[in-house]
C-alpha cells in the first residue's frame, strides 16, 4: 500500500468571523483565540497521518496563515472573497474548498484528495488514517458529523471531481451527489467539530490538549 497519497484542505473561516453561536461563553476575543487554536491543532494532527503527504489551509485569518506556512508540508492559500449575498457564509466555504482542491490537484494530480473542517482540535490521527484507508475503496466518500447531519470529512480519490455541498444538511447532500457514507462509532474524534456550547464542554471534559487545551486552561471554567 502506498503511504502519502491523500492532499488534505482545510478551510477556515475569518477567526474574527468565526464562531459566532459561542458568543453566549466567550468574548469576541477569545472565540478568534479558539478559532485559531483549534485550526492548527487540527492541521497538525493531520500531518501526523501516515496517508497525508500535504495539507492546502485556505483562509482569509492572517494569524493562521503564518502559523500554517510556519509547518512542514503545509501550503497557506488566501480565501476567496465573499459574494455580498452570502449572508451565511457556505458558499463562501464552498469556494475556499474549491480553490484548496484545485490547488491540491494542481500540486499533486495523482493524489487522492480529502476536505476536513478546521475545528477539530481534538482529532485522533490514527482515525484519519483509517477513515481515509476506508475512502481510498470509493471515488467519493463522506463522514457525517456526531449529529448525523453535518460533514467532517470529504473525499474525492484521484481523476474523481469534487463538488462541494456545504451548509445545513450536508451530510445528505453529499450522498445524494454521490459521496459513499463513511462509518465510525459516533465517539469517534474525527466526528466532533466544535460549533455549540455543548461541544465546546464535551471537548473541555475530554481534556484536548496542543493550543486548544493551553488557551481553554487559561480561560478558565465557561458560561
Not at 5 to 31: M, S
Amino acid at each position: 500500500m502506498l503511504l502519502g497519497r491523500w492532499v488534505l484542505v482545510v478551510p477556515v473561516k475569518d477567526a474574527r468571523r468565526g464562531k459566532t453561536r459561542l458568543a453566549d461563553v466567550l468574548e469576541a476575543r477569545a472565540r478568534a483565540a479558539l478559532v485559531r487554536a483549534m485550526a492548527l491543532d487540527t492541521v497538525e494532527a493531520v500531518l501526523a497521518v501516515p496517508r497525508v503527504a500535504r495539507v492546502v489551509v485556505v483562509t482569509a485569518d492572517p494569524e493562521v496563515t503564518a502559523g500554517a506556512a510556519a509547518l512542514p508540508r503545509v501550503r497557506a492559500l488566501p480565501e476567496p472573497p465573499a459574494a455580498p449575498d452570502d449572508a451565511a457564509g457556505w458558499a463562501s466555504l464552498d469556494r475556499a474548498v474549491s480553490a484548496g482542491v484545485a490547488a491540491a490537484r494542481a500540486e499533486a494530480p495523482t493524489a487522492h484528495v480529502g476536505v476536513l473542517l478546521g475545528d477539530l482540535p481534538g482529532l485522533d490521527p490514527a482515525e484519519l488514517d483509517a477513515a481515509l484507508a476506508a475512502a481510498e475503496a470509493h471515488p467519493l466518500a463522506v463522514l457525517p458529523d456526531a449529529e448525523g447531519t453535518g460533514t467532517t470529512l470529504l473525499t474525492a480519490r484521484a481523476g474523481t471531481a469534487l463538488r462541494p455541498a456545504f451548509g445545513g444538511g450536508s451530510a445528505a447532500a453529499h450522498r445524494a451527489l454521490g459521496h459513499a457514507e463513511l462509518v465510525l462509532p459516533a465517539d469517534a474524534t474525527l466526528r466532533h467539530d466544535v460549533d455549540v456550547p455543548d461541544d465546546l464542554a464535551a471537548l473541555v471534559a475530554r481534556g484536548v490538549g496542543g493550543r486548544t487545551g493551553a488557551l481553554l486552561r487559561r480561560l478558565g471554567p465557561l458560561g
